[in-house]
T-cell receptor
Framework: DTGVSQDPRHKITKRGQNVTFRCDPI?????LYWYRQTLGQGPEFLTY????????KSRLLSDRFSAERPKGSFSTLEIQRTEQGDSAMYLC?????????????????????FGSGTRLTVV | AQSVTQLDSHVSVSEGTPVLLRCNYS??????LFWYVQHPNKGLQLLLK??????LVKGINGFEAEFKKSETSFHLTKPSAHMSDAAEYFC??????????????FGRGTSLIVHP
């Protein structure tokens, strides 16, 4: 396993078009995250999955953004009707996380491994 | 709720001098804390992590960080800067957020500039 893979590396699209990005996490990782990073800013959380369940999606930027992880392995992030403001780097990360939210403080996290990202340019 | 503040947007040092990148966090529970580095046109790389074990954490490339709960800080240090350390550094906190989710939250980043 060579790490987290994202495809494509670069995407140029015309305003109004739909785009889809793919992320292949480290195979034994149970969690997968999507982030957006704009120039000069830290990555901004969008959504995450534990296995195939999308546990947090309220931070998706608008209803034009959606994500899936149908079999608990790879994930896709789709942006419909792209706008120029969507131009950014979209990052995917995965982690192996044994958490029991019912027991606060009972958790093992081994860190997050990031892919190289997909750079989206909307023209 | 959790948040992370990186106190300096830019830090400039001379090669061979110590590095200090400051990070303060707020967290309701026992957080996990991380430092990541991002070189130009490269992906994010984990430098080190704190997950409730030893408060002084050693990472790669000679970096280390100390978790100070009383000060809610997790500053990153290195005794002697190298030119190759020039990059963007991000402090990350991961804590039990509302709804029972652990969401890693990034700071805005600190750009480390190393002069010869």
């Amino acid at each position: 396993d060579t790490g987290v893979s994202q495809d494509p590396r670069h995407k140029i699209t015309k305003r109004g078009q739909n785009v889809t990005f793919r992320c292949d996490p480290i195979s034994e990782h149970n969690r997968l995250y999507w982030y957006r990073q704009t120039l000069g800013q830290g990555p901004e959380f969008l959504t995450y999955f534990q296995n195939e369940a999308q546990l947090e999606k309220s931070r998706l930027l608008s209803d034009r953004f959606s994500a899936e992880r149908p079999k608990g392995s790879f994930s896709t992030l789709e942006i419909q009707r792209t706008e120029q403001g969507d131009s950014a780097m979209y990052l995917c990360a995965s982690s192996l996380d044994h958490s029991t939210p019912q027991r606060k403080g009972s958790r093992t996290n081994y860190g997050y491994t990031f892919g190289s990202g997909t750079r989206l340019t909307v023209v | 709720a959790q948040s992370v503040t990186q106190l300096d947007s830019h830090v400039s040092v001379s090669e061979g001098t110590p590095v200090l990148l400051r990070c303060n966090y707020s967290s309701s529970y026992s957080p996990s804390l991380f430092w990541y580095v991002q070189h130009p046109n490269k992906g994010l790389q984990l430098l080190l992590k704190y997950t409730s074990a030893a408060t002084l954490v050693k990472g790669i490339n000679g970096f280390e960080a100390e978790f100070k709960k009383s000060e809610t800080s997790f500053h990153l240090t290195k005794p002697s800067a190298h030119m190759s350390d020039a990059a963007e550094y991000f402090c990350v906190v991961s804590d039990l957020a509302s709804g029972g989710s652990y969401i890693p939250t990034f700071g805005r980043g600190t750009s480390l500039i190393v002069h010869p």
